[in-house]
């Protein structure tokens, strides 16, 4: 799929939509990582919605080809240790931070909460200081 404007459009409109659905019928926050630790060591309480927030992200990735009729194009064409060693940067960083980018750059920014705006500027230039090395300073 190419991009377009109106994709982009179509997809932060849903994004957003399930943030302020989450927050209003459940007083949750979107958050992944949030979401996730909430169920490891289970809490017997809230354990089933979560299961389900994130079953359907899985299931929504899992149906994109049915729909779009193809599967997405994902190229990767690092070694495996640095997709390993960035996946546990990230969940570090996670962390570090206390949520992570769809808790704080889409539900936090949009609640204008100044640590969520701190937070979503640093993740911002760190990706950016990221990729700059990655591509030009590493070598790989």
């Known amino acids: 799929m190419e991009f377009s404007a109106a994709n ?3 997809g932060g409109v849903l994004i957003g939509s399930a943030a302020t659905i989450m927050l209003l019928f459940n ?3 979107a958050g992944i ?6 169920i ?8 089933l919605w979560r299961v389900v927030f994130l079953a359907s992200l899985i ?4 149906l994109l080809p049915f729909v779009q009729g ?3 194009a994902v190229y990767n064409n690092n070694p495996w240790w640095i997709t390993v060693l960035a996946g546990v940067l990230v969940g570090y960083g996670t962390r570090l931070g206390n949520g992570c ?3 704080h750059g889409v539900c936090g920014v949009a609640r204008f909460s100044m640590r969520s705006i701190v937070a979503t500027m640093t993740f911002i230039a760190t990706a950016m200081i990221t990729v ?3 591509r030009h300073g590493s070598g790989v």
Do not use: E
Request: aromatic share 12%; glycine share 18%; charged share 10%.
């Open 8 to 10: 982009a459009l179509i």
């Open 27 to 29: 007083g949750r926050i």
């Open 33 to 38: 990582s949030g979401i996730l630790g909430g």
């Open 40 to 47: 490891l060591p289970p809490h017997k309480t809230d354990t």
């Open 59 to 62: 299931f929504g990735a899992w």
């Open 70 to 72: 193809r599967a997405l």
């Open 101 to 103: 980018t769809s808790g």
């Open 132 to 134: 700059y090395f990655v």
